[in-house]
């Protein structure tokens, strides 16, 4: 089974709202609404978790009710989340099980719940990708030059930015294998942890990339809202007038 999985597990302080930042407005429907409609569209997904901070679940439990069709609802379902992202992806890893149980043939697509422009393309491609290569990120080609600083005062290194890239998600695992992965790292090396595909290169396994999209926006900061209302106005203005 191939499930969907929406992370949405932070409080989003830097943006300094009243509310986690995926709960936000973004022409007259929440962040979070965007990005499960979207995974909503793809039949392929079986199901899709949400692991959501306990605090607001229950007000998660009402956008849904709100916003999503009764007859998807029964597709959606929600788990806790947990301190950090991949404590979250394993919550909702831990649900599935006690749901479907153990399986390798059990897949997740996973998808920050502030990434609310992700196109069908992106998560058809994961669907594809990950039953081949058992672990998949998504990129695009990094267009700024980046440097290396050890202090923030002095440049270290620039490497060729031909050989970089950003990395957004979806980022698709065999689910067991994640599990496994991050079960066999030290509480050290899970605290260095900055998303799921380091769980598998840590543990040498090979991450395939799917390309990405730039309008696969991640909105973290004030300015990334503002653009991002830009952007959704600007989308349901088209469809209006198509």
Request: proline share 5%.
């Amino acid at each position: 089974m191939i499930f969907g999985v929406i992370v949405a597990g932070g409080v989003g302080s830097r943006m300094g709202a009243d509310r986690p930042k995926q709960f936000l407005d973004l022409a007259g429907c929440p962040i979070i609404i965007y990005t499960l409609k979207a995974f909503l569209e793809c039949q392929r997904l079986e199901h899709i978790y949400m692991g959501v901070h306990p605090e607001w679940v229950a007000y998660m439990e009402g956008l849904i009710e709100t916003y999503i069709p009764e007859e998807s609802r029964q597709r959606v379902h929600l788990a806790a989340g947990g301190g950090e992202r991949n404590d979250t992806i394993m919550n909702v890893i831990a649900q599935i099980e006690a749901d479907f149980g153990t399986a390798e043939t059990h897949y997740i697509i996973t998808q920050d719940g502030v990434r609310p422009f992700v196109s069908r393309r992106l998560i058809e491609a994961h669907v594809d990708a990950v039953v081949e290569y058992d672990a998949v990120d998504t990129a695009i080609p990094a267009v700024d030059t980046i440097i290396v600083s050890d202090d923030g005062q002095f440049i270290d290194d620039i490497p060729e930015r031909k050989y970089l890239y950003q990395s957004q998600t979806p980022q698709s695992f065999r689910m067991d294998l994640l599990k496994k992965l991050y079960e066999g790292l030290t509480p050290e090396k899970k605290s260095i942890l900055t998303d799921a595909c380091k769980i598998c290169t840590v543990g040498q396994v090979p991450v395939h990339i799917v390309p990405g999209e730039v309008s696969n926006m991640k909105i973290t900061t004030v300015m990334d809202y503002k653009i991002a209302v830009m952007v959704a106005k600007n989308r349901l203005f088209d469809t209006e007038n198509s």
